[in-house]
């Protein structure tokens, strides 16, 4: 089976980041959390359907979004994205980085978030 072509990603970057509302200063830091977690969820499930892709996907295709996400906050905020990168350093921590994201809020990127960085399809169907 071939690979499909990759697709920009900033796409995806700007749906998470649009529909998750920035942490509002009265919300806990767990209700934070708890919201962005959902929306990615909710970001990278809308994408597989829409892609027809299969549920075993997810992963690959989260992580891609974790990873860029992480890469954002380093242009925005300075943060190392290998500081992000789960204990056994084969991902990204989601927790961490949606941690590091609802400390650092990117308004800056729902303009313009992850220049042209690809969503590499073929390694999340692997």
Known sequence: MENPAPLNI??????FLSAASAPGE????G???AELAYGLDQVV????????MQVDAYAGVEQQLLGALAHDLQDQAGID????LDGSQAGFDTHA????LSQ??????VDGPSGGMDLDLGSSLG
């Open 26 to 29: 009265s919300a806990s830091d």
């Open 81 to 84: 994205p290998d500081g992000l």
């Open 97 to 100: 980085v949606l941690e590091a």
């Open 31 to 33: 209700a934070a959390l």
């Open 10 to 15: 900033a796409a995806l970057v700007q749906d």
């Open 104 to 109: 650092h809020w990117p308004e800056g990127l």
């Open 45 to 52: 499930s809308e994408f597989l359907d829409h892609q027809g």
